[in-house]
């Protein structure tokens, strides 16, 4: 008989549930949160296992793909969907959570997550360190901008080293201030430099990917938008249709139908939020920086006057996402006439 084994995962511990064909619980019990121990107890309480279940998390990539590496038959399930089913049971342990996922499990009321590949977490932990320096800088930035106003020195607008230089500046006259300027600047600096280090690797990562080459063929897309991009879709080949991109990066508007009530609301936001940023930024630079024509442009510059900029930044940025996976998927480069599109 078909066993279904589900695993309620900790730092330290992961709570064990297996059941049978027919919901009986065949063993429950708790093991050290490590691939060997786990593979050998399923090996050895579910030897007929169709179902190794576990939620998305922070530790999930790693277990999955541990699981999948000893050929056995591991499902990543959606979190927010489990806990919402998890919600209607009247106690919350970790023993009865796993349990709950087992039957989840054996009736098939889940919903399968793709896992991305250790590579694509490597490249989201690059941009995540980048854009958490970039914000530090900004912060340090508005720390010395507001030290210096509360004694009437005001700096001006600028985040260059040449702003820095004129803080320390005028902070000359008063040694207390200027001490702590000094320090501050010297932390920015700092950060500036390793946030260009990454620039750098960033650029060389893209120089040895051909399809980050052919994203930048698109209008408005850079580096980090183009590897955001790859790094969160992962495999282009999991989206039946390119339109399907969209909704997965949260650049569709929700919806609330009920009877006679039928609205659309704001854009659902699911997905990455900072391949969405990215995105959204790189329409803003095809509207307004890209002076070369595109049908793409044209479109959007009429979508701006019909619908206003924002909702069109927000339509242009669905766009190019449908645009790059359709250049990930046929190996071709952005079209920037309708003749290119016809000889294509």
């Known amino acids: 008989m078909e066993q279904y084994v589900a695993l309620d995962v900790s730092l330290k511990e992961i709570s064990v549930c297996v059941v049978d064909g027919k919901g009986a619980v065949t063993f429950e019990g708790k093991v050290v949160a490590e691939p060997a121990a786990l593979i050998s107890l399923i090996r050895s309480k579910a030897p007929q296992a169709a179902r190794v279940g576990l939620e998305t998390g922070a530790t999930s990539p790693w277990l999955y793909h541990a699981l999948k590496k000893a050929d056995l038959p591991a499902v990543l399930m959606d979190a927010r969907h ?38 694509s977490h490597e490249r989201l932990a690059l941009l995540a360190a980048r854009r958490r320096l ?7 930035d508005g720390q010395i901008r507001g030290l210096l106003k509360t004694f009437g020195l005001i700096l001006g607008k600028g985040n260059t080293d ?33 946030v260009a280090a990454l620039d750098r690797d960033i650029r060389r990562l893209v120089r040895s990917e051909p399809v980050l080459k052919r994203f930048m063929t698109v209008p408005g897309v850079g580096p980090i938008t183009a590897l955001a ?20 990066l949260g650049l569709t508007p929700t919806r609330y139908q009920s009877g006679e009530i039928d609205r659309r609301g704001r854009i659902s936001k699911c997905g990455d939020a900072f391949t969405r940023t990215c995105l959204y930024e790189a329409a803003n630079v095809l509207l307004t920086k890209v002076q070369r024509f595109s049908p793409l442009k044209a479109w959007g510059t009429r979508l701006v006057q019909r619908v206003g900029a924002k909702k069109a930044r927000v339509a242009v940025a669905r766009k190019i996402a449908v645009i790059l996976r359709c250049i990930w998927v046929d190996g071709t480069e952005f079209w920037w006439t309708r003749e290119e599109a016809r000889m294509a």
């Open 229 to 248: 991009f790859l790094s969160t879709i992962d495999d282009p080949e999991r989206f039946k249709h390119a339109r399907d991109v969209g909704p997965y």
């Open 134 to 140: 970039v914000e530090i800088r900004v912060d340090l």
């Open 162 to 194: 040449a702003l820095i230089r004129r803080a320390e500046a005028l902070a000359e006259a008063q040694p207390v201030v200027s001490g702590l300027v000094t320090k501050l600047a010297e932390v920015q600096r700092h950060v500036v430099a390793q």
């Open 82 to 119: 489990a806990n919402a089913a998890l919600s209607m049971r009247p106690t919350k342990s970790d023993r009865s959570d796993a349990r709950g996922l087992a039957e989840m499990l054996r009736m098939g009321w889940y919903r399968a997550v793709t896992a991305k590949s250790f590579t």
